[in-house]
């Protein structure tokens, strides 16, 4: 019989200074720290219970098999590990991004499945041993176990006890907005996990890593002075230099299409106007703009009308996880 059923809610986050690289693959251990902001309405619920028959994995309403349900039940395989429990589980996850954007919600669904299945599976875990569990998910969801702006420390430990995430300023504290240009809705070509190890082949890669801790330093700074021109300016530079690593790596590796160059120019000819929006962009061809909530419109509209733009989205920042019926 299905033991009682437990829910939680977590958002996406976008890094404004990227995680790009691992010291430890098994335990997504990132050879750098990283800054984000979680979004407001972008997330995914899951829902997990114990006590199935066998275990069994439903995505967005579909009995779901294949490479997605495999990392899920992988997840609730090792906290079952943990929690030292045998029982199956049924377990469901149901995201609010919508399809078809291209925008990977494995941060959210990692974090509120971290949520979820300890909680099912009896364990009582604070925020930050819950940001360790998301991490093993997937690196990005340790962040999304926060809102706001939130850091994950890369860690020194080998165990990875001491590579979680915290919260720098909390949702309410300073009102930005993300403006989200979607140019390509296709799967991406190359999954984060296989563009890191692309990336650890670039001669650029041992740059990358020693100019991290200034980047966080700054974008550390910039967020508690609450200067969105400085936090611009540097996840301008984390996103610029992450995507010239793949340039240079072996193979190599472009997300971009030619509306993602478009965008970009685009932005930065609205700064030439004053107009205080900057961008990053992830592993895909989406790009991003972080900007002051008076901007957004006009930053929205003007990507709007750029060939190759299929759908703009604007957000806010978002709140951390939640458990609840
Ligand atoms: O969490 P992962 O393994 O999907 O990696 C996320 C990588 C980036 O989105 C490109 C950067 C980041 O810090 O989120």
């Not at 589980?89 to 979820?116: D, I, M, W």
């Not at 009102?175 to 190890?197: F, L, Y």
């Not at 001669?203 to 980047?215: G, I, N």
């Not at 910039?222 to 992450?242: F, N």
């Amino acid at each position: 019989m299905l033991g009682a059923e437990t829910t939680a809610r977590a958002n996406v986050n976008v890094a404004l200074v990227k995680y790009w690289g691992k010291r430890d693959s098994a335990l997504n251990l990132p050879a750098t720290g990283s800054i984000s902001l979680t979004l407001d309405g972008l997330g995914v619920e899951a829902t997990c219970a114990f006590g199935a028959e066998s275990d069994r994995c439903i995505i967005d309403g579909d009995a779901a098999a294949g490479p997605d349900a495999d990392r899920v039940l992988r997840f609730v395989d090792m906290v079952r590990t943990e929690a030292r429990v045998d029982a199956r589980a049924r377990v469901e996850t149901r995201s609010s991004v919508p399809k078809g954007v291209g925008l990977a919600s494995s941060a959210a669904a990692f974090a509120s499945l971290a949520a979820a299945v300890s909680r099912a599976a009896g364990m009582r875990l604070e925020a930050p041993a819950l940001s360790e569990l998301a991490r093993r998910g997937s690196g990005s969801a340790a962040r999304s176990i926060f809102g706001g702006f939130v850091e994950w420390h890369r860690g020194e430990r080998a165990d990875g006890r001491d590579s979680i995430a915290e919260p720098l300023l909390a949702p309410g504290d300073w009102d930005v907005r993300m403006v989200v240009a979607v140019t390509s809705t296709a799967r991406k070509a190359v999954s984060s996990g296989e563009g890191m190890r692309r990336a650890a082949t670039s001669p650029l890669y041992p740059a990358w890593v020693e100019t991290a801790e200034r980047d966080l330093a700054e974008a550390r700074r910039a967020i508690a002075a609450r200067d969105l021109d400085a936090v611009g300016l540097v996840a301008e530079h984390s996103a610029l230099k992450m995507h010239a690593i793949g340039l240079a790596a072996r193979p190599p590796l472009l997300y971009w299409r030619g509306a993602t160059v478009d965008c970009i120019h685009r932005v930065w000819a609205l700064r030439e106007e004053g107009v205080r929006g900057w961008v990053t962009i992830d592993a895909g061809p989406q790009v991003k703009v972080l900007c002051d909530p008076g901007d957004a419109g006009r930053i929205a509209a003007a990507l709007r009308e750029l060939p190759g733009v299929e759908r703009v989205l604007t957000c806010g920042p978002g709140g951390g996880v939640e458990v609840g019926a």
